[in-house]
């Protein structure tokens, strides 16, 4: 007989087999190459997406609830925000699978590649925006009702391209959706101050997304695609100027509501510097400048929320 202290630990064995089972199955590398392609779909490689529409939920989230959000609603808003951001993109790309092979930047996307087909990707949307909706049950009926209206807004902005010359304005609404209702989570209401921050950040996805468009206008020209780069033509830069000073003058207003002080003005103050240094990137409207332009804008909202964030805490 094997003396106890030599006998094989059965339960760890067992686990072990099971998982060399797994690793020798033979759909494993096909798991992980679908899990992939989604990935890319949903472009978890390229997170900026879900900052910008992280940052005025945080705003929101943290004037809402005065410095003291409720942890289980930032944990669901964060999530929420993935997810939808994550939707946003695979409906876009369903959307523009007739136009993205003809763009060189976005011809290798996965649906655009035919690694991913468009039925596949209206499951992938679904799944998504299911998981979005099950997370917001857990608030209150306010903020499922708004819920509605935000993926609809989320749904149809890429199609809004086809129709009109303000896609970025759709985009803008569908992204600052998230900031009423982060108000209704936390206060069970949507005050003045809800829509003025929402305004705010529609302005600032019109200035950056305008400068992600700017990028591309040749090739939207000739595939067909609107947009306000194109609408804006040579006064591209005077009016992204015009909606980063209106975005600055909502947000100073906000800070007044709000009753913030020297810290929230000075993330404001940032927030100007930044949109100087976007327009100085954008000077000779080169695509590679535009895009590091946008790529960089998400900074402005993290600085807009230092200030927020700091002004709170310096209260306690």
């Not at 094989?8 to 190459?33: F, G, N, S, T």
């Not at 993109?89 to 991913?116: E, K, L, M, Q, S």
């Not at 206008?217 to 591209?236: M, Y």
């Amino acid at each position: 007989m094997i003396p106890k202290r030599h006998r094989p630990d059965r339960p760890a064995a067992r686990l072990a087999a099971v998982a060399d089972r797994i690793a020798r199955h033979p759909y494993l590398p096909v798991i992980r190459e679908r899990a992939g392609q989604y990935a890319r779909l949903m472009r978890l490689d390229r997170p900026v997406g879900i900052f910008l529409l992280l940052w005025p939920t945080l705003w929101a989230l943290w004037i809402a609830g005065a410095g003291r959000p409720d942890p289980g609603v930032v944990v669901v808003f964060v999530l929420g925000v993935i997810l939808m951001r994550s939707a946003g993109c695979v409906i876009n790309d369903y959307a523009d699978r007739g136009f993205d092979p003809h763009v060189a930047r976005t011809r290798d996307r996965p649906i655009a590649a035919g690694r991913v087909g468009p039925r596949e990707a209206l499951y992938v949307f679904i799944a998504l925006v299911t998981l979005a909706y099950l997370l917001c049950l857990t608030m209150n009926a306010l903020t499922i009702l708004l819920a509605f209206g935000g993926a609809l807004l989320a749904a149809t902005y890429p199609f809004s391209k086809r129709y009109t010359y303000l896609p970025q304005v759709h985009l803008g609404m569908a992204f600052g959706w998230a900031v009423p209702m982060a108000f209704a989570a936390e206060t069970k209401g949507t005050p003045r101050i809800a829509w003025l921050l929402y305004i705010a950040t529609v302005l600032w996805a019109v200035a950056y997304d305008t400068m992600y468009a700017m990028a591309d206008r040749e090739e939207d020209i000739r595939a067909g695609v609107k947009s306000t780069a194109i609408l804006f033509d040579e006064a591209d830069r005077l009016i992204i100027g015009i909606v980063q000073a209106l975005m600055l003058a909502v947000l100073f207003v906000v800070g007044f509501q709000a009753k913030l002080g020297l810290a929230y003005h000075l993330g404001v103050a940032v927030a100007a510097g930044l949109c100087a240094y976007h327009q100085y990137l954008i000077r000779g409207r080169d695509g590679e400048a535009c895009l590091r332009a946008f790529r960089r804008s998400h900074w402005l909202g993290a600085a807009v929320f230092a200030g927020i964030w700091a002004d709170f805490l310096l209260r306690r």
